[in-house]
């Protein structure tokens, strides 16, 4: 195999990789949300939400501090995501057209600029998710200490949709970051790519799936809040 052509091989296959296992963390998320950490996660801050919403004047400080480090946590995000954009342009001006012997594939001016656009592409995205997830997350800042909201249902279930919503564009955010790491390794070749994409598929599962212990005790959590509420009533 010629090593020119490592790069028209390995690359697809390793996004197919990353792209599949995506794709399938996805369609779990939509049928079996116990089964992955975002899916409880989400119906985490759905009974968090219902919990705050029950007396805002006592709550709402707690609402509020509670947004704010997830305000200040997208803001890092999105602060390190344009600062990497940016240094890779500044990078990609100073560029040599040196390459060292370790790296396959193509090494050429447009594999390289290919290359670089690449991960600039990603840090963008990465940067707008977070933006959105900050916007977001100052909507609910608002909504959730509306003392108007106690004991409407509609309101509540939209304030913990807009919550979710903010919590997704963060996870985007984050998914973003991860790809970065294979794309940077496309510098020194398509071979460190595609294991790292391989790597990352594998490490992910472990992240984003749960075990049966951790889906019995959210099933308890709730039902006893369920429960709970039903006694107050």
Known sequence: MKEQSLDSILVPVGLVVLGAYHVWLLYTILR????????????????????????????????VQTIRNNIMAST????????LSSLIGIFASNDSDSASKLV????GPLGNSIKRLSISVCFLIAFLCNVQSIRYYAHVSFLITAPALKGKNDFIEYVAKI?????????LGLRAFYLSFP?????????PMFACCCLTSF???????????TRDLHT???KEREIDGAESV
């Open 104 to 107: 396959y594939g193509n090494t």
């Open 32 to 63: 079996h949300p116990s089964r992955t950490v975002i899916g409880l996660n989400a119906m985490s801050r759905h009974q968090w939400v219902i919990s705050m919403t029950t007396d805002p004047m006592k709550n709402g400080v707690l609402a």
């Open 220 to 222: 308890k959590s709730f």
């Open 183 to 191: 794309l940077v390794l496309w510098i020194y070749g398509p071979i």
């Open 203 to 213: 490490i992910l599962y472990f992240l984003d799936t749960t075990t049966q212990i």
């Open 163 to 171: 919550l979710n919503r903010g919590s997704l564009s963060w996870t």
């Open 76 to 83: 890092l995000l999105a602060t390190t995501a344009i600062t």
